[in-house]
């Protein structure tokens, strides 16, 4: 997507061709026993550490998405650092988007946080590589902010009306009681 690289397919196989010399290619996760159904078993069974590069693997967006909302956020630091570095640009890409699309906002922040925390230096020496993923986690966290800052102003001008219009039947009791009297000592008056 940023094109600094590209695959081809041949008779000889898969060939791919990069800008970035320190890309790697893993395919090595790509067994016979990483299919769909592990994921999910690994995952349930709190495996988090295998259930996660699986989905990676995979990248099938309905996995992930399942894998990573499962693990619980007392977890999310050491399943953040059991990412494997091959996967951690797409697993950054996955969360920008998800944050776009996703409710749960306080748990993609925590994933964000925790990988930041966790491959701080990795994204440091490869700065073109994660700038992409970098990005649409800074749209999605922009966006976010902007939609909540919105609707935050708008619960607190809601808010402010409520209290005035529950303040104002009572300033009208006081008037309406101050009117009466003085329309009463009038009367006693006369």
């Known amino acids: 997507p940023d094109g ?9 196989g898969l060939l791919l061709f990069s800008l970035d010399e320190a890309l790697n290619f893993d395919p090595t996760g790509l067994e016979l026993e990483t299919t769909p159904a592990a994921v999910v078993e690994a995952a ?3 495996d988090f550490g295998r259930a996660l590069p ?3 693997c995979l990248n099938e967006p309905g996995l992930l998405r399942g894998c990573w909302q499962l693990v619980p956020p007392e977890h999310i630091p050491i399943a953040a650092q059991q990412v494997p570095a091959p996967y951690l640009e797409r697993l950054l890409r996955f969360l920008g988007g998800e944050l776009e699309r ?3 906002v306080h748990a ?3 994933w964000v946080q925790q990988l930041l925390l966790a491959h701080g230096q990795q994204l440091r020496d490869r700065p073109v590589a994660f700038e992409a993923p970098l990005r649409a986690l800074h749209k999605g966290t922009r966006l976010r902010y902007e939609e909540l800052g919105h609707m935050c102003n708008r619960n607190l001008f809601s808010l402010d009306f409520l209290i005035d219009q529950h303040g104002q039947p009572a300033a009208e009791a006081e008037s309406g009681e101050q009117g009466g009297d003085e329309s009463g000592a009038g009367t006693a008056a006369a």
């Open 102 to 104: 996703s409710t749960h």
């Open 44 to 46: 349930q069974s709190g």
């Open 108 to 110: 993609v922040m925590l």
């Open 4 to 12: 600094r690289s590209w695959a081809a397919a041949s008779t000889e």
């Open 54 to 56: 699986m989905a990676l």
